[in-house]
C-alpha cells in the first residue's frame, strides 16, 4: 500500500509541476536578456556590465537570462518571429551570442535591428573584421588556443606550426580530440584552420559573400584531407566530443593530452580548479586559429527595443570594452584604438594584433555539412 | 431514473470533442502539413508537386546510415529493456519482502534524473578514466573501452532512461495475472518456466507490445542522449534533422527526415492502438 501512495503521490506532483503558471509579460524598463553563452560570460554580464549599466541609467534594469545553447535562444526568437505577424509582445529585447541569420525568414521580415541605422554613437569604433551583416552587432572576440597537460607534454615540445600540430597528433595517437564543428567554436575554428592550411593560409580568400557551391566544391575538399589524415590517431581512433565543455572534460579527466579551446573559457576553467594548474596553453605561430566574436542582436519589436539599443551602445564604450579584456580574458569588439592605452600596452605581446576571423554564414553551413559527410563517418559504426 | 440513449449521446460526444479536436489540431495537422510541406516544392516558378526531397533522402548514403543506425539503436534498446525490465516487473509482482519497495524505488529513479544531468553522469563514470576505470584499475584489473562516443553510449543512457516507464507497464500487466490462476497451476506441479511461459505470458503479451511500443517511439527520435553520447556520424535522428534544420537553415530537408521518422513510428504507434483496442473489445 504504502507503494502504492507513493507512486499516486509522485506522479499527481509531476503532473502538478508540468502545469504550474507559466505566464508573464514584459515590463517597461526591465530589458529582457538572453544568452547561448557559457557560464563566464553570464558571469560577466551579472557583475560587470548589468552594475555599470543601471547606474548610468536610472530606472531601467536588466532582466540576464541564461538561454541555454544556440536552440535555445532559436526558439525564443521564433517566438518573437510568431510575436510579429500577431503584433504581440515577444517578452524578449536583447540576445547575446545569437546570429541573426536565424530562424529562417527572420531576416527579410525584419525581426532584428539594423545596427546601421539604429544610431549608435560607438557604432564606428568597431573593429571591421568582426562586421559582417548590418543585424549582428560583434562586441567581443575571443581566441581558439590549444591546451594542454604539461605533465604529460613538455611545454618546450608543444607545437608551434600547423605542421607540427599534425606530427604531434600522429606521434602520440589517441592524445587529441576536438568537438563537431557545428557545436562549439573550439572544434569550429580547429576545423576552419584546417580550412585556411589547405588554402595557403590565406584569409582573404573567404568572404561572407562567396561561399558560393563552386568555391566550396574547389576549396574545402583539400582541408577534409587533411582531417581524414589525423582521424584514425585523435581519440578512439577518430571520435569527437559534442562541445567545447565535453572536451574541456576529457582533458580534465587525462583522457587526452590536448584539445582546442576557447581562450576565455580555459583560462576560466583553470582558475575555477575544473582544470588543473598544470594546464599549458598554446597558440600556432604560423598562423593562429581563428577567433571569433560574439554578436548582440536587438528584436524589433520588443517592448524596450531603445532601452536595448542604448545597452548595446553602452557596451561597446570604452570602459565595458576594458574589462572584456581583463575580465573576460576576451578581445574588444572595437578596433584597438578604442582602448585604454595601458591595457593596450599591457596586452599588446599576449594578444596578437591580427586574430584570423573567419566569415560565418553560408560557409558555416558548408563547412558543417562537408564535415558530417566527409570526415566524420570515419567511425566505424560496428566498433 | 436512467437517461435515453438518445439523450445521453450528444453529452458523451462533446465530452470526447475536445481531446478529438485538440489530437487534430496538434497532431493530425502539422502531420498532414508536413508531407504536403515536402512534396509541394516552392519553386521560382510557384509550387510544384515533386518527390524530390524523398528521392534525396533514400538516395543518400549518409541519410540512410543514419536511418540504419537509429533502427539499430532502436532495436537493441527494445531487447535490453525487455531482458532487464520484465525479471524486474515479475520480482515486484510477486515478492512480498520489504526490499522489494526499495527495488522499486531504484527502478522509478532514472524518471527524476533530466537525460542532460544523466549523459554528463555517464560521462564521470563510464567515460575514459572514469569511476569504472578507477574501481577496475584499483582492484589490478585492466582498462575497459569506454562506450563513450561510440553507438554503445547512447544505447546505455537510453535503456536506463527508460526502465521506469518499462516496468511501470510491466508492473500494471502482470495485475492481471491472479494469485489464483499461479496457484492452481503450481497445484498441478507446474514449475517456475512452465508458470511464466503458459500462465504469466499469454496474459501480459499486451502490456508488453504497449511497453515496447512506448519505449520505441520514445528512442527513435530521442535527441540528448544520442547528441552527447554517442559518435558524431552516423548520428541518430533526432539530433540529424536537429543540425539540418538549425545548422544547415534547411526546413524542407528536416521535415522530410521528421516524415520519414514519423513513417516508422507509426508502425509501433499502430502496435499501440491495436493492443488498446483489443483490450476494450469485451
Redesign the interface.
Known amino acids: 500500500m504504502?507503494?502504492r501512495t507513493?507512486?499516486i503521490s509522485?506522479a499527481g506532483a509531476a503532473a502538478g509541476m508540468a502545469v504550474l503558471p507559466r505566464m508573464s509579460f514584459a515590463a517597461e524598463g526591465t530589458i529582457d536578456w538572453y544568452t547561448s553563452s557559457d557560464q563566464n560570460i553570464l558571469d560577466f554580464w551579472t557583475n560587470v556590465v548589468k552594475p555599470a549599466f543601471e547606474a548610468a541609467n536610472p530606472g531601467t534594469t536588466l532582466n540576464l537570462v541564461d538561454g541555454g545553447d544556440?536552440?535555445g535562444l532559436?526558439s525564443i526568437a521564433e517566438r518573437g518571429l510568431a510575436a510579429m505577424s500577431s503584433n504581440a509582445d515577444p517578452q524578449a529585447d536583447f540576445f547575446e551570442g545569437f546570429d541573426s541569420?536565424?530562424p529562417?525568414g527572420a531576416l527579410e521580415q525584419g525581426l532584428w535591428v539594423d545596427f546601421e541605422q539604429a544610431g549608435l554613437s560607438n557604432y564606428s569604433k568597431l573593429n571591421p573584421l568582426g562586421i559582417d551583416i548590418p543585424t549582428n552587432l560583434p562586441y567581443r572576440g575571443s581566441q581558439v588556443l590549444l591546451a594542454y597537460d604539461t605533465t604529460k607534454l613538455d611545454p618546450a615540445n608543444a607545437p608551434k606550426t600547423w605542421p607540427d600540430l599534425m606530427a604531434w597528433i600522429k606521434a602520440n595517437p589517441g592524445q587529441f580530440i576536438y568537438n563537431?564543428p557545428?557545436k562549439g567554436g573550439s572544434g569550429l575554428n580547429f576545423v576552419r584552420r584546417a580550412v585556411l592550411e589547405a588554402n595557403g593560409q590565406d584569409l582573404s580568400k573567404f568572404t561572407v559573400d562567396n561561399a558560393t557551391p563552386e568555391n566550396t566544391a574547389a576549396m574545402l575538399p583539400a582541408a577534409w584531407e587533411i582531417l581524414k589524415d589525423i582521424a584514425p590517431s585523435l581519440?578512439?581512433q577518430g571520435?569527437?566530443?559534442?562541445?567545447n565543455t565535453?572536451s574541456l572534460?576529457?582533458l580534465g579527466?587525462?583522457?587526452v593530452t590536448m584539445i582546442p579551446a576557447w581562450s576565455d573559457q580555459v583560462l576560466k576553467a583553470i582558475e575555477q580548479g575544473v582544470l588543473p594548474e598544470t594546464t599549458g596553453l598554446v597558440q600556432l605561430q604560423d598562423l593562429g586559429l581563428p577567433g571569433g566574436f560574439s554578436r548582440i542582436t536587438i528584436l524589433s519589436n520588443g517592448v524596450n527595443k531603445d532601452a536595448a539599443i542604448k545597452l548595446a551602445d553602452f557596451v561597446l564604450s570604452e570602459e565595458i570594452q576594458s574589462a572584456v579584456l581583463t575580465e573576460l580574458g576576451g578581445f574588444p569588439g572595437v578596433s584597438w584604438d578604442y582602448v585604454a592605452s595601458d591595457l593596450r600596452e599591457r596586452f599588446a605581446d599576449i594578444i596578437p594584433s591580427s586574430i584570423p576571423v573567419f566569415p560565418s554564414g553560408p560557409w558555416?553551413?558548408a563547412i558543417?555539412?562537408g564535415w558530417?559527410?566527409t570526415v566524420?563517418?570515419n567511425?566505424d559504426?560496428a566498433? | 431514473m436512467p437517461a435515453s440513449p438518445e439523450r445521453r449521446r450528444p453529452v458523451g460526444l462533446l465530452l470526447v470533442a475536445v481531446p478529438v479536436l485538440l489530437v487534430l489540431w496538434l497532431v493530425i495537422w502539422p502531420i498532414i502539413s508536413a508531407v504536403i510541406t515536402t512534396i509541394w516544392l516552392r519553386t521560382p516558378e510557384g509550387t510544384q508537386f515533386s518527390l524530390e526531397t524523398y528521392r534525396f533522402f533514400f538516395s543518400d548514403g549518409y541519410s540512410l546510415s543514419n536511418l540504419s543506425v537509429t533502427l539499430w539503436t532502436t532495436g537493441v534498446c527494445a531487447i535490453l529493456l525487455l531482458v532487464i525490465c520484465l525479471p524486474i516487473a515479475l520480482y515486484l509482482r510477486f515478492s512480498d519482502s520489504k526490499v522489494a519497495a526499495y527495488v522499486q524505488g531504484l527502478a522509478i529513479f532514472p524518471m527524476f534524473v533530466p537525460s542532460i544531468i544523466l549523459s554528463f553522469a555517464l560521462i564521470r563514470v563510464l567515460g575514459p578514466n572514469g569511476t569504472v576505470d578507477l574501481l577496475l584499475n584499483a582492484i589490478s584489473l585492466p582498462k575497459i573501452r569506454s562506450p563513450y562516443l561510440t553507438p554503445w553510449g547512447p544505447v546505455i543512457g537510453l535503456v536506463w532512461d527508460n526502465i521506469p516507464l518499462t516496468v511501470l507497464i510491466l508492473l500494471s500487466g502482470l495485475g492481471n495475472v491472479s494469485n489464483q490462476s499461479i496457484e492452481a497451476a503450481r497445484d498441478v506441479g507446474a514449475g517456475r518456466f512452465a508458470l511464466l511461459w503458459h500462465i504469466i505470458l499469454p496474459r501480459i503479451t499486451n502490456s508488453i507490445l504497449v511497453a515496447i511500443s512506448f519505449a520505441v517511439l520514445g528512442i527513435f527520435s530521442a535527441f540528448t542522449l544520442p547528441y552527447i553520447l554517442g559518435p558524431a556520424a552516423p548520428e541518430m535522428m533526432g539530433p540529424f534533422m536537429q543540425r539540418t534544420f538549425r545548422d544547415l537553415y534547411d526546413p524542407t530537408s528536416a521535415i522530410t527526415q521528421a516524415v520519414v521518422t514519423f513513417g516508422f513510428c507509426i508502425v509501433f504507434g499502430l502496435f499501440y492502438v491495436r493492443s488498446v483496442a483489443k483490450n476494450r473489445t469485451p
Open positions: 504504502k507503494r507513493f507512486m509522485a544556440n536552440a532559436q541569420r536565424q529562417v563537431r557545428n581519440f578512439d571520435a569527437y566530443t559534442s562541445g565535453q572534460q576529457l579527466q587525462a583522457a558555416e553551413v558543417n555539412d558530417y559527410r566524420a563517418p567511425v559504426p566498433s
